[in-house]
């Protein structure tokens, strides 16, 4: 009996020490583990920093006596206005960068002419939407009190661009509150008359538009009404119908596409006819990326069923961080002609998406986004695109887009507190 209880004693007493052995294990694993992810994130973002500070050392190398950036690649964009906002846009605030970024703010200067009590727009840029939308940000972030002055110009611009009553549109017309390429305000054809390419609003326009007047002015009341306006063109290009159909449920994915109407430059092309007659156009990243960013700026709530679904459409396509979509094969080649656009516009929604909601927090899009980047940038710190179509072949503007979105991504690695490991979980999980 007694040889029993010491039997007894002894096996109790193996297995307290074999729990407390794993207890202890398990405790130190831990800790080993969360030292382990640390390091690599440190890692991981003093890699993005190396890359960052060469991209910018390019770009700033690439900057000419006037001040501007103008492309060896096109023609096109050797003007000087095309390129220099974009540019300024994506650089980085740094002793690398500072001087280069007052000479550019002071050529921009030039292009805005005070006569008279008036200030106007002397240099009409090729783009001017990009550039006005662009400008206002840079010059919003400027210490610099004589850009007020310049950015009421650029805002008066964008306003007088956009699709309104203003210029003959009407609510009743899908194409209404957009904003497109063209170079003058464009005005609604008479019935019957074909639209111009160039006035045709696009999403990509309208988002950089949206940025530009939402700096500082969202709350505004007529801005209010604007935002409203826009939010009318932006929910079109969306592939979301509330209480649709069964039938035409395979179109709603929640995505975007860039045009109403157009079938070539929607790059993947038709998805289907609905039923109620109209044409559906694929959903893709760079479009739905905008579209996101799109429906945030006009004042969308983040758990608004379009937001959420364009969230998700995004989550489950990140893949390795390159554009994705459902490209026919005769369009594949079009896929990655806007690897670094997206991936410029895809963190920014991300980050949008984050601001004063923890929830929506998560580094997995950060860490797939910019490994990619890491591993395409050449020894000279800039990047290209070999797909020409949208112009990313052009190391002026895929490094200013590849730099734009590593910042991002930075912001978010280094703001990243608990949770989901970087690298791991999804990203659309509310947590």
Request: proline share 5%.
């Amino acid at each position: 009996m007694r040889e029993r209880i010491i039997l007894r004693l002894a096996g109790f007493a193996s297995t307290i020490f074999v729990v407390a052995l794993v207890a202890l294990f398990a405790t130190v694993t831990s800790v080993n583990f969360g030292h382990a992810e640390e390091t690599l994130r440190s890692e991981h973002v003093a890699k993005i920093e190396k890359a960052i500070a060469a991209g910018a050392g390019f770009l700033v190398e690439q900057q000419q006596p006037d001040g501007t950036w103008r492309s060896k690649t096109y023609g096109l964009l050797k003007d000087g206005t095309s390129l220099t906002p974009l540019v300024i846009w994506s650089l980085p605030k740094s002793a690398l960068t500072r001087a280069a970024q007052e000479r550019g703010l002071a050529a921009m200067s030039s292009w805005v002419e005070s006569e008279a009590r008036t200030t106007h727009v002397r240099v009409l840029p090729q783009y001017p939407v990009y550039a006005a939308g662009l400008a206002i940000i840079v010059l919003s972030e400027s210490e610099e009190a004589r850009q007020k002055d310049e950015t009421v110009v650029w805002r008066g611009l964008l306003k007088a661009h956009q699709l309104t009553e203003t210029n003959g549109w009407s609510q009743d017309d899908s194409r209404f509150g957009g904003w497109g390429y063209s170079h003058d305000p464009p005005t609604r054809p008479a019935d019957g008359a074909t639209l111009s390419p160039l006035d045709e609003p696009n999403l990509s326009a309208t988002v950089f538009a949206l940025e530009g007047l939402a700096a500082g002015h969202r709350d505004d009341p007529p801005m209010k009404v604007r935002l409203s306006k826009a939010l009318q063109f932006v929910q079109r290009c969306q592939n979301w119908r509330a209480n649709a159909p069964a039938a035409d449920e395979k179109f709603n994915d929640g995505g975007f596409h860039f045009l109403l109407i157009d079938e070539v430059r929607n790059k993947p092309g038709v998805a289907g006819v609905d039923g109620t007659g109209q044409t559906r156009f694929v959903s893709y990243g760079s479009a739905t990326a905008d579209g996101l960013r799109a429906l945030l700026l006009c004042g969308v709530k983040r758990d608004h069923p379009r937001v959420v679904a364009a969230r998700l459409w995004l989550v489950r396509h990140l893949e390795d961080g390159a554009h994705p979509g459902a490209y026919p094969a005769d369009r594949a080649h079009l896929q990655p002609s806007l690897d670094f656009y997206y991936a410029a516009s895809l963190s920014k929604a991300f980050r949008q998406l984050q601001t004063g909601d923890a929830r929506h927090s998560n580094s997995r899009w950060a860490t797939l986004v910019a490994s990619r980047l890491l591993t395409l940038q050449r020894h000279d710190g800039s990047w290209s695109n070999p797909a020409v179509d949208v112009r990313e072949d052009d190391p002026l503007i895929a490094t200013s887009f590849a730099l734009f979105a590593l910042r991002n991504c930075l912001d978010e690695l280094r703001s990243y507190s608990g949770g989901t490991a970087p690298g791991t979980g999804d990203p659309g999980r509310e947590h």
